[in-house]
């Protein structure tokens, strides 16, 4: 049996087991992001900013993907929200099964949103469906304009992109123009907003649109 | 047969692969280096500058690793220095077999130095070994200070530590001692370099350091 066909199976396995947590997420009327990226280019940062925007306002909870240490669900803890951390011990991506057995451990009653926050890696969480309504990749300025072409997956199967790190755009070398160019030459649907965490520059249009796609989810499925 | 079962053997079948390589580079006493980071930590510019300042002190040959695109190929190219770029259509990190194919379009005679730039990944390129002498992480400052105890394995594999962008210390949230810090943590006998491509300071120290690892290796072979 080759590699490619136990790939295949692992991949079919994993679609399955989304499936099912699409369901429970259907049932339970929750809206589901898959948040990937590069290590470092900001995901944990913009969910604090869009934990402390939405406070009193969604019912969020949060899992957290990481190669090693909880570091990242401590921040996210800080802010009063359930989380559950999923360290991979060296895996490069979550996958469904891993995300089955975070939901085990969440009291999903009341949660309107929920937030996976993936292993930082810009190429493996591209073909791993977890049952999200949306994969959201996180671009840092300082990455350079140039990822969404050396990385396509990535942005093939996003529906949002958020440019990060927008204040710092002075001082690298990247044209935002390009950037987003590159991002919507490889998809032209993706929906573009531009933060950053420091300056907290367009962090209140996403947490108004995140605030309306889960409101539009609940009167879907009233 | 396991998922499990089969990754050890692909890991065993590269770890011979990688033998064969490292005969070549101890029969043709070329000094050869692997560069791994996350995407857009700037493991190309680094090149760029190298190749610059090395320009008539050593002969250099460079192998790019991409998932899609010939970009870094092009940008090496420029410096007027041997060069092949691998595609991996999707696949995450370089192994000995795709360098193995590489080296057959490389003429490395006279050739002192050869830089390998792996897929931009902090992840999966730690377990392969491709037959070099040693790994080189670069980790930007603006990644934060956290990186090397949440993705422990490439700095434990790693010789080498550039901690690049440093320009950009001032304006980004990621304090230099602890960065480093944490990187000895994680692998006590890193070498740390501190590298800005922007003002190009560090870069005579690495290459300086380059020149002489390259000249040991000729007079050990001699």
Same mark, same amino acid.
């Given at each position: 049996? @080759?590699?490619?066909?136990?790939?295949? /199976?692992?991949?079919? +396995?994993?679609?399955?087991?989304?499936?099912?947590?699409?369901?429970? %997420?259907?049932? @339970?009327?929750?809206?589901?992001?898959?948040?990937? $990226? @590069?290590?470092?280019?900001?995901?944990?940062?913009?969910?604090?900013?869009?934990?402390?925007?939405?406070?009193?306002?969604?019912?969020?909870?949060?899992?957290?993907?990481? &190669?090693?240490?909880?570091?990242?669900?401590?921040? &996210?803890? /800080? %802010?009063?929200?359930?989380?559950?951390?999923?360290?991979?011990?060296?895996?490069?991506?979550?996958?469904?099964?891993?995300?089955?057995?975070?939901?085990? @451990?969440?009291?999903? *009653?009341?949660?309107?949103?929920?937030?996976?926050?993936?292993?930082?890696?810009?190429?493996?969480? $591209?073909?791993?469906?977890?049952?999200?309504?949306?994969?959201?990749? &996180?671009? $840092?300025?300082?990455?350079?304009?140039?990822?969404?072409?050396?990385?396509?997956?990535?942005?093939?199967?996003?529906?949002?992109?958020?440019?990060?790190?927008?204040?710092? &755009?002075?001082?690298?070398?990247? $044209?935002?123009?390009?950037?987003?160019?590159?991002?919507?030459?490889? *998809?032209?649907?993706?929906?573009?907003?531009?933060?950053?965490?420091?300056? /907290?520059?367009?962090?209140?249009?996403?947490? *108004?649109?995140?605030? +309306?796609?889960?409101?539009?989810?609940? +009167?879907?499925?009233?």
């Amino acid at each position: 049996m @080759s590699v490619v066909t136990i790939e295949r /199976k692992v991949l079919e +396995k994993n679609d399955a087991l989304a499936e099912k947590n699409r369901e429970l %997420f259907h049932q @339970s009327s929750i809206f589901v992001l898959n948040m990937v $990226s @590069s290590p470092g280019s900001g995901k944990t940062s913009i969910l604090e900013r869009t934990l402390e925007f939405l406070n009193g306002k969604l019912k969020i909870a949060v899992i957290e993907g990481d &190669v090693q240490t909880d570091f990242d669900a401590q921040r &996210v803890a /800080k %802010f009063g929200v359930p989380v559950v951390q999923i360290v991979t011990h060296g895996g490069c991506h979550l996958d469904a099964s891993l995300v089955q057995d975070a939901l085990r @451990s969440l009291d999903l *009653n009341g949660i309107q949103l929920l937030i996976i926050e993936n292993v930082g890696n810009l190429v493996c969480p $591209s073909n791993y469906d977890l049952g999200e309504h949306m994969k959201v990749v &996180v671009a $840092s300025t300082t990455e350079g304009d140039d990822k969404p072409l050396k990385y396509p997956a990535m942005f093939r199967n996003a529906s949002i992109l958020l440019v990060n790190k927008i204040d710092l &755009v002075p001082y690298v070398n990247c $044209s935002l123009s390009a950037l987003k160019g590159n991002a919507l030459c490889m *998809n032209p649907a993706l929906t573009i907003f531009e933060t950053s965490c420091t300056t /907290k520059q367009g962090i209140a249009e996403w947490c *108004n649109w995140l605030e +309306k796609q889960t409101a539009d989810l609940q +009167k879907k499925n009233q």
